[in-house]
């Protein structure tokens, strides 16, 4: 594969969880509020994406629309994680 064609692996969502992923070299792009996912859209499903992955909590309270746009998505894959807070938590469970 030459250097130019390679895709992007897009961490998505809350800043805990975007910060761990940064660790890894993933690029990501903090969206606390799932709501607010339309405002990163177009950069999230760019040609050079291969890979967005979420925290399973903050993916289902995306809206409708665009979820059902992710969870139909070949390219980029959607891929969700198991939330590391549950909602009014300090710790990491």
Same mark, same amino acid.
């Given at each position: 594969m030459e250097i130019g064609n390679e895709k992007e692996v897009i961490? #998505? *969502?809350r800043e805990? /969880?975007?910060?761990?992923?940064? #660790?890894? *070299? /993933? !690029?990501?792009?903090?969206?606390d509020d799932p709501n607010d996912v339309h405002k990163h859209w177009k950069e999230i499903n760019s040609q050079d994406v291969a890979v967005i992955i979420t925290e399973e909590n903050w993916f289902f309270k995306m809206p409708l629309r665009l979820r059902l746009l992710a969870e139909r998505s070949i390219s980029p894959a959607w891929v !969700?994680?198991?939330? #590391?807070?549950?909602? *009014?938590?300090?710790?990491?469970?």
């Open positions: 961490a #998505l *969502g805990i /969880f975007t910060d761990l992923w940064r #660790l890894f *070299g /993933f !690029k990501i792009i903090v969206c !969700k994680f198991p939330t #590391l807070l549950h909602e *009014g938590e300090d710790m990491l469970v």
